[in-house]
């Protein structure tokens, strides 16, 4: 089915640890977006790519870095994990209705 | 620091009636405006877009738009059951390149 693809949906990591969440899209979009959602703060961008080439710093970029490889992948890591980044992360991409896509997440646990 | 209000949650209306979903925005050079549905444990889904002050209908679904108050409404007419979701709404910042979320409001609606 066409639309955002994320993996893994789950990960537990310990402190210290690093890890890629992967996005792909397939409906051609130039721009694509990490969130992450924490309870009572809804969605916060992390970065984000306005096409193939270029990333941006969005609200809460700290502990974080991007990759847009192609057009379609965008990747989101952490270099080494805290508790604080604990969270759903999600990534997004913008279709021609001017609204996002959503890919269906991440749930990430850092102890 | 660009924000988003919305009414305070849980929001329980009975089966049959309206529910009045409100958001109010700090950008006042903000030019679209959308209504996310998200389930729990899923991800956001597009709703409703608005880009012009008056009303959108979408079948029970209308959005309302007022750029001189910086509010933007969502009623769900007949509301049902399978409508108690979280409702997130969403503006658009620094030309459309990404998007500000409001925390959400939870609706229950009870049969």
């Known amino acids: 089915n066409a639309g955002v693809t994320q993996t893994p949906k789950f990960q537990v990591l310990k402190t210290g640890q690093s890890m890629t969440l992967q996005c792909a899209q397939d409906?051609?979009?130039?721009?694509m977006y990490w969130y992450r959602q924490d309870p009572g703060m809804g969605l916060r961008l992390i970065y984000y790519?306005?096409?193939?080439?270029?990333?941006d710093k969005g609200e809460v970029p700290n502990g974080y870095n991007v990759s847009r490889l192609n057009k379609r992948e965008f990747s989101l890591r952490l270099e080494s994990a805290a508790p604080s980044q604990t969270s759903v992360y999600f990534c997004?991409?913008?279709?021609?209705?001017?609204?996002?896509?959503f890919g269906s997440g991440t749930r990430l646990t850092v102890v | 620091q660009k924000e988003v209000e919305q009414n305070s949650g849980p929001l329980s209306v009975p089966e049959g009636a309206i529910a009045s979903l409100n958001c109010t925005y700090s950008?006042?050079?903000?030019?679209?405006f959308f209504w996310y549905r998200q389930y729990s444990g899923k991800s956001p889904e597009l709703i409703m877009s608005?880009?012009?002050?008056g009303d959108k209908e979408d079948g029970r679904f209308t959005a309302q738009l007022n750029k001189a108050s910086q509010y933007v409404s969502l009623l769900i007419r007949d509301s049902q059951p399978s409508d108690s979701a979280t409702y997130l709404c969403?503006?658009?910042?620094?030309?459309?390149?990404?998007?500000?979320f409001g925390p959400g409001t939870r609706l229950s609606v009870l049969p």
């Open positions: 997004a991409s913008i279709g021609t209705n001017y609204g996002y896509t």
């Open positions: 409906m051609n979009h130039n721009s």
């Open positions: 790519s306005a096409s193939e080439g270029t990333t």
């Open positions: 950008d006042r050079g903000s030019q679209s």
């Open positions: 608005i880009y012009s002050n």
């Open positions: 969403a503006f658009d910042v620094d030309y459309g390149q990404n998007f500000v």
